[in-house]
């Protein structure tokens, strides 16, 4: 029985961090969860907080988001949810959310690419904290 007591704390302990039940590692992980949006300018004006379309035809609800490490390995993916109407100083914008779930915090920097915009570079640390990942785009001027 004297044994037995350490043992329960230590599971208990462990268990209440989510650290049983993860086969095959030799470490405790340090996964976070990464969210933020795509924010197009130009967005046509209406009331802030309902659907809206991107005035870029390449950013759309269901777009391919994929984050990098700082060397460009491509290490998770997943897609923009619907536009919501923002208004800022600067005019209007169509924010799309977006979500990863257990990245690792070991990584300095991750890249975020969307479309086939230029990747933007985000520290890790601020992520960590629950910063979101903002990536500006401005609208593509439509053809002559």
Request: net charge neutral; aromatic share 6%; proline share 9%.
């Amino acid at each position: 029985m004297r044994h037995l007591l350490p043992a329960l704390g230590l599971v208990l302990t462990l268990g209440g961090c989510g650290w049983v039940g993860r086969a095959d590692e030799t470490s405790k992980p340090d996964g976070f969860q990464l969210h933020g949006y795509v924010s197009v300018a130009g967005a046509a004006t209406g009331i802030p907080g309902t659907p809206c379309l991107a005035p870029a035809a390449d950013i759309v609800s269901g777009g391919t988001v994929k984050v990098a490490d700082q060397d460009g390995k491509v290490v998770a993916v997943t897609t923009l949810a619907a536009g919501v109407l923002a208004s800022s100083p600067d005019g209007y914008h169509c924010n799309f959310a977006f979500e990863l779930l257990n990245l690792s915090g070991a990584r300095p920097t991750y890249q975020i690419l969307v479309a086939d915009r230029p990747s933007v570079s985000f520290e890790t640390r601020p992520l960590r904290e629950g910063r979101p990942a903002v990536v500006p785009i401005t609208a593509s001027p439509s053809p002559s």
